[in-house]
């Protein structure tokens, strides 16, 4: 009998010291991850901290449902390990949006679980203070990422093209959501039905998904960092009605974390957040009047450009998502190999939101081995245009238009962009003569210094690569 | 008390994570945005501890499913974040 006692206590002393591991990891790799030299270790320490606090989770006491348990993580692990491994370097913005959901999910379904017990009158798994009030709050916020999340990543892979929008919208949300609060004040604080539980978890999908179809793909990341703060907020709050503390901190740490990246994403975007989820903007129809635009574009062939390079001192680039449409990194890191070896001094700039990510064109550009010294963000590069040859701009658009600083009636007047106009040339690699996803004239394309290089983005460089090797 | 101990977690992890985040060159905004998805992965230990403690069986089908969706998001989280880590080499290591 004491021998029992006693190894029931370490259990739980085990229990508890490998939960304040797993939290101490999970930090300490997220700081970690903040740093481009240490960042792939920052992974896999934070990743121990998962396997620790996984392991040990067995050993918490009066737990049956061991077979459903092992055969559940067997099956998720095998399946998002797999599709996790084949799917492409453009394609990962949607698959973070979709393990973001199954943990938006997951916390719902732990809330749906506790209520269910309270319904069925067995009591939470623990009285904690406020645990079914929290529980109520959590299910709502885990079943918006949860519903939102697919949504967003239905958007992103192409599954669902259009943007649907119908009168009054706004209106149904907001109705939606005022009775989603009484039926949530209904499930903390009375005796409910298996009725008011079942409305109350399927309203909820149901505003996850009309939150997020109204939203156009270029705001889709800002809606997918929102959804990643809003479940590690689900994760935490439910840490809280289990009394689990690894899920308590490092919920609240992604929530924040979440909060904060989230914000700098919309200012980047010169967006507040309530723009993104209220205006519908990002959907193509709303290009502003703008400004009287003088001055023609001119044209460019590939050699011409690929001479005016290889000739040049200091080369700029500025890569947009055209290059990422097109999978012209390779070429691109192929040519300014060439160009460094003439000599010439070539460097990445690259615009907080090119790409469908802050950071997403750092990946690609990684993916294709260009070292990460040699890109640059927005602030450290600006005041090197003025002293730069060439800037060659391949299949970005918004990020260099300079409307954005000289023309007060611009939509994006006022975002923060590359001042490519201020280089001695100008380079513009595009598909076409046609506008941004904003729907924006770019003044840039009608500079004096600027010239089009018009073709998908893979075969103009192939072009330059040709052109530089001539030289 | 009680009541505030858990107050005070809440308020000291918020504020960590805001200082983890803030110094972060925006090169590495997708990779975190990742890594942070990997961390709520943890949601698969109270999944565990709930589908445990599960009886009737609507819980038991409720909870296998929190389990799966929450070993779906640490897995996949894990494999996409190390995946796009694995690329970040400077001038020096390319030789």
């Known amino acids: 009998m004491d021998n029992n006692i006693f190894s029931v206590e370490l259990a739980h002393w085990l229990i508890q010291a490998s939960y ?23 992974i896999i320490w934070a990743g121990v901290g998962m396997v620790v606090a996984t392991l040990i989770t067995y050993l918490e006491p009066a737990m049956h449902n061991y077979l459903l348990m092992t055969t559940a993580i067997g099956v998720g692990g095998i399946i998002a390990w797999w599709s996790g491994r084949r799917v492409a370097m453009t394609d990962m913005p949607q698959m973070i949006a979709l393990y973001n959901g199954m943990g938006g999910g997951s916390a719902a379904a732990i809330a749906a679980v506790e209520l269910l017990r309270v319904l069925n009158g067995a009591g939470l798994t623990h009285e904690a203070f406020a645990a079914r009030e929290l529980a109520v709050v959590g299910a709502l916020i885990g079943t918006i990422a949860f519903s939102g999340s697919l949504i967003a990543f239905a958007k992103l892979q192409g599954i669902m093209r259009k943007v649907y929008r119908f009168p009054g919208q706004q209106i149904v949300n907001a109705l939606l959501f005022v009775a989603l609060i ?21 309203l909820a999908l149901l505003v996850g998904v009309l939150m997020t179809v109204p939203i156009g793909g270029a705001d889709m990341p800002v809606v997918i960092s929102l959804y990643n703060a809003l479940t590690g907020l689900a994760v935490g ?6 009394q689990n ?21 919309a200012r980047a975007m010169n967006r507040p957040i309530s723009n993104v989820l209220f205006s519908g903007f990002g959907t193509g129809d709303d290009g502003g009047e703008g400004m009287e635009i ?9 050699s011409d450009a690929a001479i005016t390079m290889a000739y040049a001192e200091k080369v700029i680039i500025i890569p947009g998502y055209g290059m990422a449409v097109a999978q012209a990194q390779h070429k691109i890191w192929e040519l300014v190999k060439l160009l460094i070896e003439k000599g010439v001094k070539v460097s990445f700039a690259i615009h907080p939101v090119a790409g469908r990510m802050p950071g997403h064109m750092n990946v690609l550009l990684a993916e294709a081995g260009v070292p990460y010294d040699l890109i640059y963000d927005l602030e450290d590069i600006n005041s090197q245009f003025p002293t730069t040859d060439v800037a060659l701009v391949i299949g970005a658009n918004d990020v260099v238009n300079p409307a954005a600083r000289k023309d007060k009636s611009s939509p994006i007047y006022g975002m923060p962009i590359l001042d490519a106009d201020k280089a001695r040339n100008v380079v513009i690699i595009k598909r076409g003569q046609g506008t941004g996803f904003s729907g924006i004239e770019n003044l840039l394309f009608f500079e004096e210094n600027t010239r089009m290089c018009y073709g998908d983005a893979q075969d103009v460089a192939q072009k330059l690569i040709a052109g530089v090797k001539a030289v | 008390m009680e ?22 060159p925006t090169i590495l905004h997708t990779p ?14 109270g999944a565990m501890v709930a589908l445990g403690h599960a009886d009737t069986m609507a819980e ?4 296998f499913i929190a389990v799966l969706l929450g070993a779906g998001n640490a897995v996949g989280g894990y494999v996409v974040t190390e995946r796009m880590l694995e690329m970040f080499k400077s001038t020096k290591e390319n030789g």
Do not use: C, D, W
């Open chain 1, 294 to 302: 003088s001055g023609s574009m001119k044209a460019i062939n590939a």
């Open chain 1, 20 to 42: 304040f591991i797993a939290a101490i990891l999970f930090i300490y790799g997220l700081k970690k991850m903040s740093h481009p030299r240490t960042a792939r270790s920052g």
């Open chain 1, 237 to 242: 709050l439910e840490g809280f009605v289990l």
């Open chain 2, 3 to 24: 009541g505030f101990i858990a107050l005070y977690i809440f308020m000291l992890a918020a504020f960590t994570g805001y200082e983890v985040i803030s110094k972060v």
């Open chain 1, 245 to 265: 503390p690894a899920m308590m901190i490092a919920g609240i740490v992604v929530g924040s974390a979440g909060t904060l990246l989230t914000q700098l994403m």
């Open chain 1, 182 to 202: 009484g039926l949530g004040f209904m499930l903390a604080r009375t005796e409910f039905s298996s009725t008011e539980f079942y409305l109350f978890f399927g």
């Open chain 2, 60 to 63: 038991q089908i409720i909870g």
């Open chain 2, 32 to 45: 975190l945005m990742s890594g942070s998805n990997f961390v709520h992965g943890i949601v698969l230990v």
